[in-house]
């Protein structure tokens, strides 16, 4: 028996996801899970955590990201230049927001829910960040939404069931012969 079973050149090969942040019900926390799994490859079958199997992701409409509770006024973003004295700085996420945009706001929660070890950095640069809807790589696209790994309340769904009101037996065509 094989132990190279399902690990192909197939498996490995690395799809391109859009997420259009803007459009998306989730918010911020959650859809950082979700591109977070997805950068890591967790959604494949061939997953290790010591293999870099993961996807691109394009996230689009970063300028329309939704938020949580007074998370715009009161989250600080701390960063330490290693400088005595002055340097510590911190900033609240609006100003993040005027300064960076979006995206960067998307990046640094995706940074977060990434394994701190030296995949990280290589992980995070497959995450592509745009404000607005338009990104430069419309031909790679092959997956077009990174669903969530969450059912949710209902289930999966199937798509549309066909009511039939016949009764059981011979249909009526039969009967008058």
Same mark, same amino acid.
């Given at each position: 028996?094989?132990?190279?079973?399902?690990?192909?050149?197939?498996?490995?090969?690395?799809?391109?996801?859009?997420?259009?942040?803007?459009?998306?019900?989730?918010?911020?926390?959650?859809?950082?899970?979700?591109?977070?799994? @997805?950068?890591?490859? !967790?959604? !494949?079958?061939v997953y290790h955590?010591?293999? /870099?199997?993961? /996807?691109?992701?394009?996230?689009?409409?970063?300028? /329309?990201?939704?938020?949580?509770?007074?998370k715009r006024d009161q989250k600080m973003y701390y960063k330490h230049t290693t400088r005595p004295g002055k340097g510590f700085k911190q900033m609240n996420m609006e100003r993040v927001f005027e300064k960076f945009g979006g995206g960067e706001i998307l990046r640094r929660a995706v940074s977060?829910?990434?394994? !701190?070890n030296r995949l990280r950095d290589v992980r995070l640069a497959r995450l592509k960040v745009f404000e607005g809807l338009r990104h430069p790589y419309k031909k790679n696209i092959v997956v077009m939404?990174?669903?969530?790994?969450?059912?949710?309340?209902?289930?999966? @769904?199937?798509?549309?069931?066909? !009511?039939?009101?016949?009764?059981?037996?011979? @249909?009526?065509?039969v009967a008058a012969e």
């Open positions: 028996m094989s132990q190279v079973l399902g690990r192909t050149n197939l498996a490995f090969s690395r799809a391109w996801h859009v997420v259009n942040v803007g459009a998306d019900p989730r918010s911020l926390g959650r859809l950082a899970t979700s591109i977070a799994v @997805t950068l890591m490859g !967790k959604h !494949k079958p955590p010591s293999n /870099d199997c993961g /996807d691109y992701v394009v996230a689009i409409g970063c300028n /329309d990201i939704r938020l949580t509770g007074n977060g829910m990434l394994p !701190k939404e990174a669903k969530s790994n969450r059912r949710g309340p209902k289930g999966p @769904t199937y798509g549309p069931v066909e !009511k039939t009101n016949k009764a059981p037996g011979p @249909t009526p065509s």
